[in-house]
């Protein structure tokens, strides 16, 4: 019965969220909002590439869309102390954590970095010290954004079907490329060696100059999907283990 009730519980929030002759003001300012980020993220990573001051004013931002996005789902944030904490609800909650830190810890060692836009602060040291939290926030905060990301794809897919007839042929079309994607995703993992800055292996970022932005961008988007598809089937994974939702099958997962 409380598997029942929480399926039931996703299903009138995903159908509260879209009106039956379109998508409300609310959600529409929410995805214009959260496709920002996006973009301010994938370009933030290009910090080389797109220059020192630019980098500046697209954290500031950042940071503006970040606090939006909160405002928007305040009701969210109201709600973090009431109600049953389930697994998914408890990874969901600590990765929203986690993200703040990052958040923070991005901004607070960027302003003590700045060039540009905070120049009239007074001199400082520690800039050793702020040099490797800045990566490490960054690198870190791109991960769990991405994440936290996954973990509410289901809801664009929902929001999707309700303005798409049912097709197992462009279902399966989608799931392939975004599966591709993901395999390009990994190598550009590699090749970028994001690994060596989440594990801190190295206080600079390196940049090849003769590379293009949209070659970079288009290599971080798919080391992006890696983690939202991580993301989105680790969800999957613990609702089909926690309430016991349909999902019984490796082809329902996938």
Same mark, same amino acid.
């Given at each position: 019965?409380?598997?029942?009730?929480?399926?039931?519980?996703w299903?009138?929030?995903?159908q509260? /969220?879209?009106?039956?002759?379109?998508?409300k003001?609310?959600?529409?300012c929410?995805?214009?909002v959260?496709?920002?980020?996006?973009v301010?993220?994938l370009?933030?990573?290009a910090?080389?590439?797109? =220059?020192e001051?630019?980098?500046?004013?697209?954290? +500031?931002g950042?940071?503006a869309?970040f606090?939006?996005?909160?405002?928007?789902?305040?009701?969210?944030?109201?709600?973090?102390?009431?109600?049953?904490?389930?697994p998914?609800r408890?990874?969901?909650?600590?990765?929203?954590?986690?993200? *703040?830190?990052?958040?923070?810890?991005?901004?607070?060692?960027?302003? *003590? *970095?700045?060039?540009?836009?905070?120049?009239?602060?007074?001199?400082? =040291?520690?800039?050793?010290?702020? /040099?490797?939290?800045?990566?490490?926030?960054?690198y870190w905060?791109?991960v769990?954004?991405?994440l936290?990301?996954g973990?509410h794809?289901?809801? +664009?897919?929902?929001?999707?079907?309700?303005?798409?007839?049912?097709?197992?042929l462009?279902?399966?079309?989608?799931?392939l490329?975004?599966?591709?994607?993901?395999?390009?995703?990994?190598?550009?993992?590699?090749?970028? =060696?994001?690994?060596?800055?989440?594990?801190l292996?190295?206080?600079?970022?390196?940049?090849?100059?003769?590379?293009?932005?949209?070659?970079?961008?288009?290599?971080?988007?798919?080391?992006?999907?890696?983690?939202?598809?991580?993301?989105?089937?680790l969800?999957?994974?613990?609702?089909?283990?926690?309430?016991?939702?349909p999902?019984?099958?490796f082809?329902?997962?996938?």
């Open positions: 019965a409380g598997s029942r009730i929480t399926l039931h519980g299903k009138q929030f995903f509260t /969220q879209i009106k039956d002759n379109g998508m003001p609310t959600m529409k929410k995805l214009a959260d496709a920002a980020m996006t301010a993220l370009l933030l990573m910090y080389g590439l797109v =220059g001051a630019a980098h500046e004013w697209l954290g +500031m950042m940071f869309l606090l939006a996005h909160h405002v928007l789902n305040r009701k969210w944030l109201l709600a973090i102390g009431k109600g049953k904490y389930t998914l408890i990874i969901q909650t600590a990765l929203v954590g986690v993200i *703040l830190l990052c958040m923070l810890g991005s901004m607070v060692s960027g302003i *003590l *970095l700045s060039r540009y836009v905070f120049t009239f602060l007074p001199k400082h =040291g520690g800039y050793e010290a702020a /040099q490797k939290t800045h990566i490490l926030c960054a905060g791109f769990c954004m991405s936290h990301l973990f794809w289901s809801m +664009m897919l929902a929001m999707a079907r309700k303005h798409l007839q049912p097709s197992p462009r279902t399966w079309s989608l799931r490329i975004g599966w591709l994607w993901a395999v390009y995703g990994a190598f550009a993992f590699r090749r970028r =060696g994001v690994s060596l800055y989440l594990l292996r190295s206080h600079f970022v390196f940049y090849d100059y003769s590379d293009s932005v949209i070659r970079f961008l288009i290599d971080y988007l798919s080391v992006m999907v890696v983690f939202v598809l991580i993301g989105y089937y969800s999957q994974v613990i609702r089909s283990l926690f309430t016991k939702c999902c019984n099958s082809v329902d997962l996938i």
